[in-house]
């Protein structure tokens, strides 16, 4: 019974909040997210770094595997990506395989972690969260536009964040606790200003080709916690840091892709991107809560 108290305290303020913001979004369909967008990346975003990626949450080792971890993990996602793009006779698949490739580790993966393993599993998640950020503005970019662009990572804050956070790992250099206090109070406005535009982009993403974004999501919330599993398997790993890797590995395709798509791709490539993004958010709704179930069971 204990195990189930702790799944429902885990997920339901996540889910709650994107219920908000999708409420919010039904009443309102005009209300304006740009706000949350920009402050998310040029502030938030990079405050959560810094705060989650402190010695006192992780160390330089820790973040060093699991960054590597993820990293086969994302090798991985994108085999399977080209695979089920391969089997649906996709025209273009390099543009079309970037939701496969960076699930949602930031928005719903950072605050599921959270709550499940405290700041340690914040610092663990963050770590991944950091290789999915620093994709999303390189490999990301180069899928959807099929080229290269130094300047979107030279304009990225996040970037800077974990440079400077990685440094203050490896030389185990603590923040001044004026600096955690504000980033700490960020994190959390950010988490929720985040979960709330979540729930707004499922008012406003379309699906276009249901049969089509509902079995390439299986690939992406099926097949992504299978990957993160075998990892565990392989590499033997126990204890919170492999749950929080299963979790990150079950989370479903980033809002972020259809941004980054909606700049650089095609508008049919952005429409099958925004197709599986609400497809496999709303089937994640079912995966999640078995994958954190199973992480808190085994992996605690």
Partial sequence: MEIYLKLFEVLFPVFFVVGIGYYLGKKNPKIDTAFITNFAANVGTPAMIIYALNPVNISFYIFKDYFWYYLIAIVGFSVVGIVFLFIQN????????????????????????????????????????????????????????????????????????????????????????????????????????????????????????????????????????????LLILYFELEGFAAGVLLIQCSMPSAILNYLVGSIYSPKKIVDNVASMIVVSTLMSFITIPLVVFFALKYFN
């Avoid at 030389?171 to 200003?193: C, K, S």
């Avoid at 008012?203 to 509902?214: D, E, M, Q, W």
């Fill in 90 to 229: 996709t025209k273009d698949i390099i543009r079309e395989l970037p939701p496969f490739i960076m699930p949602n580790t930031g928005n719903m993966g950072l605050p599921i972690c959270l709550f499940a393993y405290g700041s340690q599993g914040l610092g663990v998640s963050a770590a991944i969260s950091a290789l999915i950020i620093l994709c999303h503005f390189t490999l990301g970019v180069f899928l959807a536009d099929r080229k290269f662009s130094i300047d979107v990572i030279i304009k990225s804050p996040p970037f800077y964040a974990i440079i400077l956070s990685v440094s203050l790992l490896y030389y185990d250099l603590r923040i001044p606790a004026f600096v955690e206090n504000t980033t700490f109070l960020l994190m959390y406005a950010t988490i929720f200003l985040i979960l709330m535009s979540l729930g707004i982009a499922l008012t406003r993403l379309k699906v276009f080709s249901l049969n089509k974004a509902i079995f390439s999501s299986i690939g992406r919330v099926i097949l992504g916690p299978i990957i993160g599993y």
